[in-house]
């Protein structure tokens, strides 16, 4: 079992950066055999996609809403995933959720805790 813990969430105003981190830890965990995702929740609202680092690869894919903000990238060394978030909008407030999956396609069996972002107006 991979554990996951984000960190890095907080209250920032419109147009402002943040970055968040997940780190991974457990089993033989390793970025050539997960998938990772970036999802998140606002309040009232159901998880939405926001972007996946496909295992064992560079490919990403990101949701619309973010394309051009938010970047993701991962520190192998270190077993961490990073989602950089620029010109940040209200509409960006959610708790923000890491995900791993073992499997190519499917649903993600591994989930963090959790990190809130809170973009102020």
């Known amino acids: 079992q991979v554990q996951l813990v984000e960190s890095g969430g907080g209250l920032v105003q419109t147009g402002d950066s943040l970055k968040l981190s997940c780190a991974a830890s457990?089993?033989?965990?390793?970025?050539?055999?997960?998938?990772m995702a970036w999802f998140r929740q606002a309040p009232g609202k159901e998880r939405e996609f926001v972007v996946v680092?496909?295992?064992?690869?560079?490919?990403?894919t990101y949701a619309d809403s973010v394309k051009g903000r938010f970047t993701i990238s991962r520190d192998n060394a270190k077993n961490t995933i990073y989602l950089q978030m620029n010109s940040l909008k209200p509409e960006d407030t959610a708790v923000y959720y890491c995900?791993?999956?073992?499997?190519?396609?499917?649903?993600?069996?591994?989930w963090g805790q959790g990190t809130q972002v809170t973009v102020d107006s």
């Open positions: 995900a791993a999956r073992r499997a190519a396609t499917g649903a993600y069996d591994n």
């Open positions: 457990g089993g033989a965990f390793s970025f050539s055999l997960y998938t």
């Open positions: 680092l496909r295992r064992n690869s560079y490919v990403t």
